[in-house]
């Protein structure tokens, strides 16, 4: 199995950027799906973005698309999460995820392991 450990959250102003770390123990992010949700109190854990096992293929939500890419490093065993022009919307804590299949997982209980997840606050 996989562990995962999130990092990079933070305070930032409306319009800033933030490059969110996952990174890896026991198994290479090259064996997952891996993607990123977020969670607000009170709501849901909300898809943000994913890519399949062999990356390529990546799937936005709606509300991040043009402003958040997510990239791997193999050789870091590391998944990022890299987020610009921030909005008040986008506060949350941060998780990543990893999962099984060749196909991009967009569901949260598609995943089977999770980080403790990374706090990002927006400042207007």
């Excluded at 305070?11 to 996952?22: E, I, N, P, T």
């Excluded at 399949?52 to 998944?79: L, P």
């Excluded at 999962?99 to 207007?124: A, K």
Aim: glycine letters at 12%; proline letters at 1%; one cysteine or more.
């Amino acid at each position: 199995q996989v562990q995962l450990v999130e990092s990079g959250g933070g305070l930032v102003q409306a319009g800033g950027s933030l490059r969110l770390s996952c990174a890896a123990s026991g198994r290479t992010v090259s064996s997952y799906a891996m993607g990123w949700f977020r969670q607000v109190p009170g709501k849901e854990r909300e898809f943000v973005i994913a890519n399949r096992r062999s990356g390529g293929i990546t799937v936005y939500a709606g509300s991040v698309k043009g402003r958040f890419t997510m990239s791997r490093d193999n050789a870091e065993n590391t998944v990022y999460l890299q987020m610009n022009n921030l909005k008040s919307e986008d506060a949350a804590i941060y998780y990543c995820a990893a999962g099984f299949g060749q196909r991009v997982l967009t569901s949260s209980n598609t995943y089977d392991y999770w980080g403790q997840g990374t706090q990002v606050t927006v400042s207007s």
